[in-house]
């Protein structure tokens, strides 16, 4: 096993690997990506990482965190549409979920009285601003939960065969 860094500000790539216990080595083995480049991505010396490494680097590395960070700080498009999951344990996912669903339906005649002609109004927008953050809340709940399922099923606490089966 190779040294592990002492760098005070380490990327989400290299803290994810290093987490695993894997030199740059054995995570070019797992993700088919050089040593070399494995180093200019975690010290931030390429400037546009792409997709794909991500992707392998998130599988090998088993964090699927690392590609919504990466969507929701280097990829234009998911910068702009993509909200970074910052909540990770199924307490708080739970919870998150549940206290936006409750809220969003003690809207939902408020937000049927709007939606009927198909446009908002000026003495509509205030309800209407409140109701879209809480569906961007539950949004966000639905999300972390599919990262944190993935997590799981990535590190062997869920069955992958039976969750799979069950989710078709």
């Not at 380490?10 to 054995?26: F, I, V, W």
């Not at 991505?41 to 998130?58: C, G, P, T």
């Not at 739970?94 to 409750?102: G, H, R």
């Not at 569906?135 to 065969?161: C, N, P, R, T």
């Amino acid at each position: 096993m190779g040294k592990t860094s002492t760098k005070g500000n380490k990327t989400l790539y290299q803290t994810a690997r290093e987490n695993l216990g894997l030199s740059r080595e054995k995570a070019s083995e797992l993700t088919g990506l050089e040593p070399s480049k494995i180093e200019r991505i975690e010290n931030e010396k390429i400037n546009k990482i792409d997709a794909y490494d991500v992707v392998a680097m998130a599988d090998a590395y088993k964090e699927p965190k690392i590609c919504n960070h990466y969507c929701t700080n280097e990829c234009p498009i998911g910068m702009k549409y993509v909200p970074e999951v910052k909540i990770e344990s199924l307490k708080e996912i739970t919870v998150e979920m549940l206290a936006s669903l409750e809220a969003l339906d003690a809207q939902k005649s408020r937000f049927l009285q709007i939606a009927r002609d198909g446009q908002v109004d000026d003495n509509e927008l205030n309800d209407f601003v409140q109701i879209q953050k809480e569906l961007e809340q539950i949004s966000m709940a639905v999300e972390a939960l599919q990262i944190w399922s993935e997590k799981m099923l990535a590190e062997g606490k869920i069955d992958v065969v039976k969750y799979r089966k069950l989710m078709k």
